[in-house]
């Protein structure tokens, strides 16, 4: 029987049951229909500012990585050494690309010896739902989260079962195919895709010089990217529910280097869970979590035998959490994680791992017009000690289409392995193992409502980052010597004009080195995005435009990259019930650009795809 | 086939739901709660099957009284209930064949009085099972406006159905409310609990005469995507 019947089938027998009534009675019974938007499980979104990417947003832009979806989303700002699978660097309001957190259904990822995340290897097509939370959330989700948070989700299958699969290809020699099943029945639900993308890809680097030896490789530099994700689950009777996740990547990225560096690399990402929900009273309900993430990287110089290096990350992690909600207007939640991070190299470190443990309670209350949340995690680091991270926030409904908001927060950064623990060099030291972590604290103040049919939303933040890690020349170790201020205002208007959804989001940034002065490096000082879309019937269109100012690309502030602007056209066309075809026209004014001095960027590009879906019965 | 016509009836009254939603857009700014709540009209005959749903905004006093005062009923020849002049004489008066769904809206910060009763006449006591039908859209249109979607389960992607067994007394009250089927999550079912301990139904008296009815309504948690 299909699932989609089932509480009618209920309704009906227990009506007769109860009411003595024969069936024909019985069925006016009409279930009331209580529905309401999907909340963000990352932060509470109406403190926090939030921005949630569905999966039929994701179909819609027919963005085909992460960092292409992402980029020009409101407080994002990414940079690439090259095209798909090269080097991406992510700045949130523009922190360092290590200061955002990156969980895969709650599970952290992410490389502990670089304190980077391969944004460019996580396969958009595995991604059902993302959220992403600007602003310092260490409270939460512990280091790292000091620009924000981005929360990937994978899908949980649902009503019947269905499936579909997608292939395409253009410019560059792409080509990608995608496979597709998921499904529930009775209680139980199961979801699995395999993907795959090939690219032969353009010249990641024009020819330079860095640290004096000359860079000159000419060459295509081809990525593919291979993943499988999987997610199954089981409700038992009286509301528990147990599900296991896991998501594999792996795959090959080219890039250009100097004799006899690595030119090519092969890497693996990997993450894996198990969680337990369960409701212990009416009130309160119990989420245990175990997560094993991998990172692993094997670079080597293309044709040179025993070339190879590799690095690998594994996190394992284990949380427990109590949601304690008597009404609505009181949520309390607490409970204690416990991380563990090793190393897997073939560089000697002088330690290979490190044990995070804390605890963390968080209280949001709501009274009248005001809504509170405070946030506190202290916490136990291996190596640093204690650290105490928290958050602020009030919420103040002006009217019943206005909101205002005030919030303040701690986060943090634990130092890298490569910071810590990197072997000496010719009897030398290169790391310290005495660091204390990156620390910051931000002011944030905020308004949104709705106006005339949009939404609007404005945001002002400051944040001040201390103890930043960088190489010192005094001591020639890594040292909390830097210190840098950010300041910015995000504004975001959405809605519905003469029948198109529009949206437009624009970002003022002022990153600073306070040691220097300087603007800190790779960072736009003003961004600017702007989406349109509309259906016709059986055909959809779309356009979108980032514009971003000048950035400088070093710390000295000497090397200036130019501003630009991007245009992406997008159709789509249901041929039938089943079949639909999907274009994009990628950089359509063919800009000549660079987000990283010397990384070449894609030109005009068409990509076609062919999507045919079908729902079983 | 009545489970068919049924299933179809929820199925269109759920698209009608979400395209309304996304019609109006989540206009989520207080903690808030966008409610879309789907009432749909009851099922008598094979007629409605085929019927193609448009949504309207509904105002929740119109609808027991009107909407059963049209409904076709080919095999009685009893008297039905009617509506208000008003909203017999009304040009955009619904009937059970043109409109099986309605929708309506409420924000968080929506007015909570519960809709304003009908008067219509009183039902022969022989016709219990219509007066039944009467009293439960009675119940269903008046208590619907006061559900809301509990934060900690909108969080954590909870939804479900919760069956609520109870009985309506003669002046409105609701006694004997107790969860005869889970949702599966004991939030849910809490929420549905007090949001119908909380309520009356006055509006249901006229159906009622001196009698009491025992009734389950069906609650439906679901969750859109943005």
Redo the contacts between chains.
């Keep these: 029987m299909e699932p989609g019947r089932r509480p009618i089938m209920g309704l009906l027998l227990f009506s007769c049951l109860f009411t003595g009534l024969a069936p024909e009675a019985a069925s006016a019974q009409t279930p009331v229909v209580v529905t309401a938007t999907r909340m963000a499980q990352t932060a509470d979104e109406t403190l926090a500012s939030v921005t949630v990417i569905s999966r039929d947003q994701i179909e819609r832009s027919q963005a085909d990585s992460l960092t292409e979806l992402l980029r020009g989303v409101t407080g994002i700002d990414i940079v690439s050494q090259g095209g798909a699978g090269q080097l991406s660097s992510m700045f949130m309001r523009g922190t360092n690309p290590g200061h955002v957190a990156l969980l895969v259904d709650g599970i952290r990822m992410g490389s502990v010896t670089a304190g980077r995340v391969s944004w460019e290897f996580i396969p958009l097509q595995q991604v059902e739902r993302i959220e992403i939370v600007r602003g310092p959330n260490s409270a939460l989700y512990g280091s790292e989260a000091i620009g924000g948070v981005i929360q990937v989700f994978t899908r949980r299958g649902r009503g019947p079962l269905q499936w579909s699969a997608t292939a395409g290809g253009g410019r560059y020699n792409s080509r990608e195919a995608t496979l597709d099943l998921s499904g529930s029945a009775a209680d139980n639900w199961f979801s699995g895709r395999f993907s795959r993308l090939e690219t032969d890809g353009f010249d990641a680097r024009e020819p330079t010089v860095e640290f004096g030896t000359p860079i000159d490789d000419p060459d295509d530099d081809g990525h593919d990217n291979t993943s499988l994700g999987l997610r199954a689950g089981h409700r038992f009777p009286g509301g528990s529910e147990l599900e296991f996740h896991g998501l594999h990547a792996q795959g090959n990225v080219e890039f250009d280097s100097s004799d006899p560096y690595p030119d090519e690399d092969d890497f693996s990402e990997q993450v894996l869970g198990v969680s337990l929900r369960t409701p212990l009273t009416g009130f309160l309900n119990l989420t245990a979590t175990a997560g094993r993430s991998l990172d692993e990287r094997e670079s080597f110089r293309s044709g040179v035998p025993d070339s190879t290096i590799h690095f690998d990350s594994e996190r394992r992690s284990f949380s427990l959490q109590g949601d304690y909600a008597r009404t609505d207007a009181d949520i309390l939640s607490f409970g204690l994680d416990y991380h563990d991070d090793r190393v897997d190299s073939s560089t000697p470190y002088n330690e290979t791992a490190r044990y995070t443990r804390a605890v963390f309670a968080q209280y949001r209350g709501e009274r009248g017009g005001h809504t509170l949340l405070a946030r506190i995690r202290p916490l136990d680091d291996e190596q640093f000690g204690s650290h105490t991270t928290g958050n602020l926030a009030w919420g103040y409904q002006l009217r019943p289409t206005t909101r205002l908001v005030a919030s303040w927060g701690t986060a943090y950064r634990a130092p890298t392995f490569n910071d810590l623990y990197f072997p000496d060099f010719m009897g030398f030291p290169t790391s310290n193992p005495d660091l204390d972590p990156e620390e910051s604290e931000t002011l944030e103040f905020g308004a949104e409502g709705r106006a005339g049919g949009f939404d609007w939303d404005l945001r002002l933040f400051r944040t001040r980052i201390d103890n930043l890690i960088v190489f010192d020349l005094a001591s020639f170790l890594p040292a909390n010597v830097d210190q840098a201020t950010l300041e910015g205002l995000e504004a975001t208007v959405s809605g519905d004009l003469y029948g198109w959804t529009t949206s437009a989001s624009a970002a003022f940034l002022n990153p600073t080195d306070d040691n220097t002065g300087n603007i800190l490096p790779r960072r736009a000082k003003r961004s600017l995005k702007l989406d349109i879309e509309r259906r016709f019937g059986k055909a959809g269109i779309g356009a979108s435009f980032i514009a971003q100012s000048s950035r400088f690309d070093d710390r000295g502030n000497t090397i200036t990259l130019g501003g630009y602007g991007l245009l992406d056209l997008r159709a789509s066309w249901q041929l039938d019930r089943n079949w639909q075809l999907q274009g994009r026209l990628e950089n359509a004014l063919d800009k000549d650009y660079q987000t990283v001095d010397t990384y070449n960027t894609a030109g005009r590009s068409l990509f076609v795809a062919l999507r045919y879906q079908r729902t079983g019965e | 086939m ?2 068919f ?3 179809s ?3 269109h ?2 698209a009608v ?2 395209w309304y ?1 996304q019609e109006t ?20 005959t094979a007629t409605t099957s085929s019927v193609k749903p448009q949504a309207e905004h509904h105002a929740p006093d119109t609808a027991p009284a009107a909407r059963l005062a049209s409904a076709p009923e080919p095999h009685r020849s009893v008297p039905v209930p009617a509506g208000p002049p008003s909203h017999l004489h009304a040009p955009t008066r619904r009937t059970a064949a043109n409109v099986p769904a309605a929708t309506v809206e409420t ?1 968080e ?1 929506a007015d909570r009085e519960p809709a304003s009763a009908a008067p219509a006449a009183t039902i022969p006591a022989a016709d219990d ?1 219509l007066a ?2 009467a009293v ?2 009675a119940v ?1 249109t008046a ?2 406006a006061n ?6 389960a ?4 909870w939804e479900g ?1 919760v ?1 609520l ?1 109870l009985r309506v007394l003669p002046d409105g009250q609701l006694t004997d409310i107790l969860v ?3 949702s ?4 849910l ?2 929420a549905a609990l007090h949001t119908v301990q909380t309520a009356s139904v006055p509006q249901a008296k006229q159906w009622l005469g001196d009698r009491a009815v ?13």
């Design positions: 009545l489970r016509i049924v299933l009836l929820a199925l009254g759920l739901g979400i939603h857009g989540p206009g989520e700014i207080s903690g808030g709660t966008t409610l879309a709540l789907v009432l749909l009209a009851p099922a008598t924000p910060t099972s039944r039908q439960q859209t269903t208590l619907k559900f809301r979607y509990p934060r900690i909108r969080r954590n992607g159905t069956m067994a005869s089927s889970s599966g999550h004991a939030v079912d809490r025992d009734l389950v309504l069906p609650v439906e948690y679901r969750l859109l995507d943005s």
